[in-house]
């Protein structure tokens, strides 16, 4: 089983990769909604600013290896 850090990751590049995989721009999610991928992945905003400022994401390895597969 790999482990996949957070602080491993670039997260500017991330967001860019989930928009990329699933055809749509991250500001425009609505808050709690689900990304359009198998593995469950949810945004969270500042409820002021409405800025991102969490992306849950379960079995983190699972949802690298399923963007890789769109990109």
Known sequence: MAITSLLDIDLQ????????ACGIILSRVECGEQLLLKTLAIISRDEDAS????????????????LNLYL
Do not use: H, P, V
Request: no cysteine.
């Open 51 to 66: 800025k991102i400022t969490a992306i849950e994401i379960l079995r983190l390895g699972d949802f690298l290896n399923e």
């Open 13 to 20: 590049s991330l967001i860019k990769d989930i928009e990329r």
